[in-house]
């Protein structure tokens, strides 16, 4: 069973140009954390949803009537917060959150809710769920689990499977990251190439620079513009990306 | 690895013209490719190796390009740099340097195949990705062993070098070399220049300053306090007390631990690798002290020129190292007049700013 209720507080994004991305109220509040009052503390995908709204509101900036913007769809699947469903509502409000819909479905129809809501690109702070999502053929994606800028959006594309694509997941999906990566790409460009509200990162692990130049190559075909880059060819990933701060990694088919 | 592995010979046309052992993938891969051999060397795990951390500036000239960003802004340099991708970079004044490290890695390598004690050149760059394509076809054109890059898109290098474990970084920017040498990272600016004379392809000479470069600049405080006399007065009086150690003594460990390895295969009068101290202490008075506190650090240096006081151009003429290395800009430009490559450690008394961080770190320039 799922349920869809919009927030009518936020002003409803254009349905057909909109980048849908889902969060899982799990990562945007620590319900744990509430002692006894109403209000949740912020949970790791707090920083994220901040950075997307910036976003928002530089684009609006640029264009008035700009509809390539990110709508943010939020998503219950914990029967004990479905209870608490006016909670989240309410928290939603009191942190100014720019979610435009909450979707409360169980356990077993959370990738049903994904589809109904036209998902471009599914966070999670769970392994299993984000690969369930992608099996589907929802562009899935983990959360950095790290504290991330709230000032700057930062993607991170992991560039050795940009040019080797998980032969694992079903075309459904690749053909949902590629439409992902172009509407990013597009938003991208409606910025400058200083003080934009969001940078694209690539990094390739294993490769050397032929690896890393075949990377931006393949992005640039997609309309995907590179800020940063940053080829490692086997050196030890994670002081890199503690450094880099991304908020979410595409295509990322290694282990941390 | 046996042909009964390989592909099926079948006959397949001119493929068969060399009978081989690779794999399909292998066999894709030099048809995309002739040039590279069949297995490129992978770059060593960074903790193992001596790392370069070399800006695009210093490695390429991009003058043209730099005068672009200057006096149009940056879109307008992006725009340039894209047009003209496909067109490589002139070599810059890092370019021999790298070269000559190559050379080095290439010997290492015929001696120790399965050792990670190689030189490691990383190209540093706050360039945005934008330029990326026309760095790595130029990486491509001068057949340069750089496989590791950050390009920051206007961040600051600093972390990525420690995550490199970089031993030494050279930039045209002088303030990203003095953040590195704050952090205790030998580091150095080098700057285009116009006559670069030649040098050895098959020995790398890297020329060291003693005071503020290889060891701390404490004496050169005294000599600027109280003039020369008192200066030979005091390093006579502590002849036999080391004197501390300046941003660059980690470089000379290390090219003295490579050193060693070919001293060890009985290589010591064939050395890919000559050191040079070019000092304006007195071989009769001041040098002394930073004799004995060479070896009491346990280091070597191939030779050591006192100029008590005397220009180094013409010393540095004769020894044409691959790169110079002095605390101060008056000896590098003499140097760079003359046409070695040198380039300015922005470290103590010299910069008029108080030195700090190198010799809090008991420890040499870079963690290892």
């Known amino acids: 069973m799922v349920s869809t209720i919009q927030n009518t507080d936020v002003k409803q994004k254009d349905a057909d140009r909109a980048v849908v991305v889902a969060v899982t109220s799990r990562?945007?509040?620590?319900?744990?954390?509430?002692?006894?009052?109403?209000?949740?503390?912020?949970?790791?995908?707090?920083?994220?949803?901040?950075?997307?709204?910036?976003?928002?509101?530089?684009?609006?900036?640029?264009?008035?009537?700009?509809?390539?913007?990110?709508?943010?769809?939020?998503?219950?699947?914990?029967?004990?917060?479905?209870?608490?469903?006016?909670?989240?509502?309410?928290?939603?409000?009191?942190?100014?959150?720019?979610?435009?819909?909450?979707?409360?479905?169980?356990?077993?129809?959370?990738?049903?809710?994904?589809?109904?809501?036209?998902?471009?690109?599914?966070?999670?702070?769970?392994?299993?769920?984000?690969?369930?999502?992608?099996?589907?053929?929802?562009?899935?994606?983990?959360?950095?689990?790290?504290?991330?800028?709230?000032?700057q959006l930062r993607v991170l594309f992991c560039g050795d499977a940009v040019i080797r694509p998980d032969t694992d997941s079903p075309s459904a999906s690749q053909d949902a990251a590629q439409s992902f990566s172009a509407q990013l790409g597009e938003m991208r460009q409606r910025f400058g190439l200083l003080h934009s509200p969001l940078s694209i990162v690539l990094v390739t692990s294993r490769g050397g620079r032929e690896s890393c130049g075949t990377a931006l190559r393949t992005l640039r075909s997609r309309g995907v513009s590179v800020d940063e880059a940053y080829c490692l060819a086997g050196a030890p990933r994670s002081p890199f990306l503690s450094l880099l701060r991304p908020h979410f990694l595409l295509n990322n088919d290694l282990e941390d | 690895?046996?042909?009964?592995?390989?592909?099926?010979?079948?006959?397949?046309?001119?493929?068969?013209?060399?009978?081989?052992?690779?794999?399909?993938?292998?066999?894709?891969?030099?048809?995309?490719?002739?040039?590279?051999?069949?297995?490129?060397?992978?770059?060593?795990?960074?903790?193992?190796?001596?790392?370069?951390?070399?800006?695009?500036?210093?490695?390429?000239?991009?003058?043209?390009?730099?005068?672009?960003?200057?006096?149009?802004?940056?879109?307008?340099?992006?725009?340039?740099?894209?047009?003209?991708?496909?067109?490589?970079?002139?070599?810059?004044?890092?370019?021999?340097?790298?070269?000559?490290?190559?050379?080095?890695?290439?010997?290492?390598?015929?001696?120790?195949?399965?050792?990670?004690?190689?030189?490691d050149v990383v190209l540093m760059t706050n360039n945005h990705a934008y330029v990326g394509l026309r760095l790595i076809n130029t990486i491509n054109h001068h057949q340069l062993f750089i496989e590791r890059f950050c390009m920051t898109g206007g961040n600051s290098p600093i972390g990525y070098l420690k995550a490199y474990h970089t031993n030494l970084y050279l930039s045209a920017d002088p303030a990203k070399v003095r953040?590195?040498?704050?952090?205790?990272?030998?580091?150095?600016?080098?700057?285009t220049q116009e006559k670069m004379t030649q040098v050895s392809d098959t020995q790398l000479r890297v020329a060291f300053d003693g005071d503020a470069v290889l060891f701390s600049d404490e004496s050169e405080r005294i000599y600027k306090a109280h003039g020369l006399d008192k200066f030979f007065e005091h390093e006579k009086a502590h002849e036999n007390k080391p004197l501390d150690h300046g941003p660059l003594k980690g470089f000379l460990e290390a090219l003295g631990k490579l050193q060693k390895k070919f001293y060890g295969k009985g290589q010591r009068m064939d050395c890919p690798i000559r050191t040079y101290l070019v000092t304006a202490r007195s071989a009769a008075s001041?040098?002394?002290?930073?004799?004995?506190?060479?070896?009491?650090?346990?280091?070597?240096?191939?030779?050591?020129?006192?100029?008590?006081?005397?220009?180094?151009?013409?010393?540095?003429?004769?020894?044409?190292?691959?790169?110079?290395?002095?605390?101060?800009?008056?000896?590098?430009?003499?140097?760079?007049?003359?046409?070695?490559?040198?380039?300015?450690?922005?470290?103590?008394?010299?910069?008029?700013?108080?030195?700090k961080g190198i010799n809090d770190k008991e420890t040499s320039a870079a963690p290892k």
């Open chain 2, 179 to 191: 953040e590195a040498l704050e952090e205790g990272i030998a580091a150095a600016t080098m700057f």
């Open chain 2, 286 to 355: 001041s040098g002394t002290r930073a004799l004995k506190t060479l070896r009491s650090w346990g280091l070597e240096i191939d030779e050591a020129l006192f100029l008590a006081g005397a220009p180094k151009g013409p010393m540095l003429e004769k020894i044409r190292p691959h790169i110079f290395f002095d605390d101060q800009m008056f000896h590098v430009e003499g140097a760079a007049e003359i046409g070695t490559v040198a380039c300015h450690v922005p470290y103590g008394i010299a910069q008029g700013v108080t030195k």
């Open chain 1, 27 to 151: 990562a945007v509040f620590d319900c744990g954390a509430e002692d006894g009052d109403d209000v949740y503390g912020v949970g790791v995908a707090f920083p994220l949803l901040q950075a997307l709204q910036r976003v928002n509101e530089r684009l609006l900036e640029e264009n008035p009537a700009e509809s390539l913007l990110f709508d943010v769809v939020l998503i219950t699947t914990d029967s004990q917060q479905q209870q608490q469903s006016s909670r989240i509502i309410s928290n939603t409000r009191h942190y100014g959150l720019e979610i435009s819909r909450f979707c409360f479905s169980s356990e077993e129809d959370f990738i049903e809710s994904l589809l109904t809501n036209h998902v471009d690109l599914f966070l999670s702070t769970d392994r299993s769920e984000a690969a369930q999502a992608s099996h589907k053929g929802v562009f899935s994606a983990l959360l950095n689990r790290k504290v991330a800028s709230s000032e």
């Open chain 2, 1 to 119: 690895m046996s042909l009964k592995n390989g592909p099926t010979l079948t006959a397949r046309g001119p493929d068969l013209a060399s009978i081989s052992n690779r794999t399909p993938l292998e066999d894709a891969r030099m048809q995309l490719n002739p040039s590279t051999p069949t297995r490129k060397p992978k770059p060593p795990k960074p903790e193992n190796a001596i790392t370069i951390g070399v800006s695009a500036r210093v490695l390429f000239n991009m003058e043209k390009e730099q005068q672009i960003y200057q006096q149009q802004g940056l879109e307008d340099y992006i725009k340039y740099q894209v047009e003209h991708e496909t067109q490589p970079f002139n070599p810059g004044p890092a370019f021999s340097f790298v070269k000559a490290l190559e050379a080095v890695n290439t010997r290492l390598r015929e001696l120790y195949p399965d050792s990670e004690e190689l030189f």
